[in-house]
């Protein structure tokens, strides 16, 4: 007997007996401490079942948190196919209440996985539907609770909210841009299967969904509301292609208020057309403005001194020639001898041609520039566009005469409120903004405040003052007379711009337009209405524009604490307006006493007798010149 080769093999058999053993030490220390969390989840996937609670996106609220978008609580069908017993009459049964196809539903359940979400025919379900499969109480069928967006002013401020997909995720507008700030994080129940799918009667975990932040909007909901009614209103009247209004607090760029027609449902916008749906037009929209550039024109030309507006005149013929061609003022014949304050009073286009020459090329397009135009204004919107200007290189004597009254270049109307605001605000240049910050929905509390942000300094104090009378003129003794409220101090300017169509001006197709703000000494709002190509009316923005800011101007006294003024200009009446006077006192006089006193009203009078003991509308309010006014007697 070979000793030494049977100690060789024992040796070797040895020696593979420690590998072996050391292998298996090495790979259970790897699967203990190393690969651990890898098997545990294979083996949670294997057993583990989730059903999904979805949470609730964040609501978006107005300045005084009243809610523009919420949520509302609905029902979605969920299917765990090893759990459906009879897979033929659950499908049967659930085909039949959802009113689709049985083959659809047999899909469902079964399917090789380990929960089915019914979508899109078992999404959001209404409460007879889900009570219908409630009762049934089928084997493998779950009813969850599931968030949908929801706006209660439906149509309201619309292309700034946006809207929502099916699953919740923004889509458009605000809805979009703050996507990852509303959405929230949604959570689960979670419990043990066996191999067949079968729940086993172990304790189940509940993960909580966290709601995403809320949205606080520098919007007005009352104001906004106003907007929307002078909308309706004008699209019944008037018809136009379009139209819309913006509103802003000149000293922050806050935007107050902002809507347009055509607009849609955002509940329901699957309804409507891409082109409704996508366009905001007051940041998208880009057209000639037409005279309300002229402010822009005006304010350029007093910072430079180049003009006096009391002092220095102009005689308008109705016409001015520059180079080879002849451009018109609106009134043909013209408006004769005027000083440059009663140029901007009467929108006379030949006095600002004139303003544009003694700037020059160079001046006229540095305060432009300066005022915001031919970039974006940094709106937190999506779809803004940028308008265009004429490249001062190719600028000539003609493009400088048109551009002077606002003919030639495209501008946005976001753009024009904010280079007003600046132009009357002090000279201050501010990022317009519609997210006042992002709070956490249970306290309240704001996790991000956004401030005003000045990007420059484009006129003097001084120089903004001026304008603010000037405007102020307008609307008291020119073509803004139609936006004129008693006892308040308003500025504003009148535009009607031809609309353009490749290349072409269109015959008789014009947007109406008025821009202003109030009250004049102090500026708490800048208010710009275009309404494109109106029917059945007179083309000037004096006459459709500015009776909308007038109403709108109305409401915003109530809604922002805007007092009357004892020092707003008195305004000249035509024999076309309708003239408020102040209510005399006639309380305690006779009867013959009040009505000489009374003589520029009709007087009624309720009950007998010969002294006044009420009168309505009250002493020293304003009222039409003529009105009706009653008597109450004792």
Known sequence: MNYESIYKRERIVLIVVIIIFISIAVKIFYVEFIDYKKINKLANDLWSRNLPITSDRGSILDRNGKVLAGNVTTTSLYIIPKQVKDKEYTAKKLSEI?????????????????????????????????????KLKLDGVYLLKESKRYYPYKNTLSHVLGY??????????????????????????????DGKGNKLNLSEKYNEPYNGLNLVLTIDLDLQLAIENELDIAMSKYNPDNALIVAMNPQTGEVLGMGSRPSFDSNNYQKYDIETINRNLPIWKTYEPGSTFKIITYAASIEENVVNIFDDTFYDTGKIKVANATLHCWKHEGHGLQTYLEVIQNSCNPGFVTLGQKL?????????????????TGIDLNGEENGILFKEEKMGEVELATTAFGQGISVTPIQQVKAVSAAINGGNLYTPYIVKGIEEPFSHEFIYEKKKNLERKVISKETSSLLRYALETVVAYGTGHNAYLEEYRIGGKTGTAQKVKNGVYMDGNYILSFIGFMPADDPKIVLYVA?????????????????IAKNIFKSATKILGI???????????????????????????NVKEAKKLLKSFKVNYVGTGDRVINQMPHANTMTKEYGDIVLYLN
């Open 531 to 547: 309404i494109d190509h109106p029917h059945n009316t007179v083309q000037y923005g004096g006459t459709v524009a500015a009776p």
């Open 360 to 376: 020059g090329k160079e001046r006229l397009m540095k305060y432009i520039k300066k005022f915001g135009f031919g970039e974006k």
């Open 164 to 193: 929502v997909g099916i699953d919740n995720q923004g889509l458009s507008g605000l809805e979009s841009v703050y996507n990852n700030y509303l959405t929230g994080t949604s959570g689960a129940i979670k419990y043990i299967s």
């Open 98 to 134: 959802l009113n689709v196809s049985y083959g659809e539903i047999y899909k469902h359940v079964s399917k090789n996985s380990s929960i089915e979400k019914v979508h899109p025919e078992g999404r959001r379900l209404d409460d007879k539907v889900s009570k219908k499969i409630d």
């Open 563 to 589: 007092k009357k003024s004892k020092d707003a200009l008195p305004k000249e009446y035509s024999w076309l307006d309708e003239k408020y006077v102040l209510v005399p006192d006639v309380l305690n006089l």
